[in-house]
């Protein structure tokens, strides 16, 4: 259950963060209501998520390395920002990153 809830701490930061490419200095109401409620829904999530008991520098490891690869993902395959191979290396090295801090952690 906690990753179910992990899961939807990190979608909501995404559509939160993908949100804001449309605001447009805050002149488009609609993604901006999305930025909010992305925002906040996923501080509410990740909350959920240290209660449940995975340590906060795991979730959060968890939470922003995942939710960043998936932003430069979506970005580049549906936004038509570009990704070069620096960064296809960083998103390597994040996911590597995660499965380190899981694998080394007592559950």
Not at 62 to 80: C, D, E, H, K
């Amino acid at each position: 259950m906690v990753y179910i809830v992990l899961a939807l701490a990190i979608l909501s930061e995404v559509l939160g963060t993908i949100s804001l490419r449309f605001v447009e200095g805050l002149s488009k109401p609609l993604p901006l209501l999305l930025v909010v409620l992305g925002y906040g829904s996923a501080f509410i999530a990740l909350s959920r998520v240290l209660k449940m008991g995975i340590p906060v520098g795991a979730a959060y490891a968890i939470w922003s390395g995942v939710g960043v690869a998936l932003v430069v993902l979506i970005g580049t395959f549906f936004l038509n920002e570009t990704m070069t191979l620096v960064q296809l290396l960083g998103i390597v090295l994040i996911i590597g990153g995660v499965v380190a801090l899981e694998a080394g952690g007592a559950h």
